[in-house]
């Protein structure tokens, strides 16, 4: 029972610590936005460089109440990989008829050694739960086909076709929003 007593203290010690660090993501300059979305009610998408080392960049949510309060959420925060991540779009389209905010996210990478060299880009959507918050589609975000590099990968050149709003809204009509 003790043994049971003090993991549970070290696991919510742990939680807390997470809660906390994620305040650090709410925090920042807006870089992009604000962008009204109807996904959540009464809310406003924005993006922040935080300063952050790790994780520069976050995605945040204001909501206001209806007292015209507004709370900030963190939707996600990008990690540097390679090099700093930069938001390339940010557009909203239904995924089997969902509201979706999707965001696209490119790196520089540069691993000349290796002949790996270009840009990584990575296809982010987020749909509102039922709690009120933005949370990541699983769907779009396991899908193999969102996510590549435009330049060389080992020496083998590689072309990403999913740089932009259009051709990420025409892979999503084609291939996931058929019946």
Not at 14 to 28: F, K, N, T
Not at 61 to 86: E, F, I
Not at 140 to 156: H, K, M, P, T, W
Request: glycine letters at 6%; a neutral charge; proline letters at 4%.
């Amino acid at each position: 029972m003790r043994k049971f007593c003090f993991l549970l203290l070290v696991f919510m010690l742990c939680r807390v610590s997470v809660a906390q660090d994620d305040s650090l993501y709410l925090r920042g300059v807006v870089v992009d936005g604000p962008y009204k979305t109807t996904a959540v009610e009464n809310a406003e998408l924005s993006v922040l460089e935080t300063g952050d080392a790790e994780y520069p960049v976050s995605l945040v949510l204001d909501v206001k109440n209806s007292d015209g309060v507004s709370a900030r959420q963190l939707v996600d925060k990008y990690d540097v990989s390679g090099s700093p991540p930069k938001v390339e779009s940010i557009f909203f389209y239904p995924v089997q008829d969902v509201k979706n905010v999707f965001v696209l996210v490119s790196w520089e990478i540069n691993s000349r050694g290796i002949g790996t060299y270009g840009t990584l880009y990575q296809v982010y959507a987020y749909a509102r739960s039922s709690n009120g918050r933005l949370i990541s589609n699983r769907l779009i975000q396991a899908n193999r086909y969102l996510s590549g590099i435009d330049g060389f990968s080992e020496g083998v050149p590689q072309t990403f076709a999913y740089k932009d709003a259009a051709s990420i809204k025409a892979y999503v009509k084609k291939h996931l929003n058929t019946p």
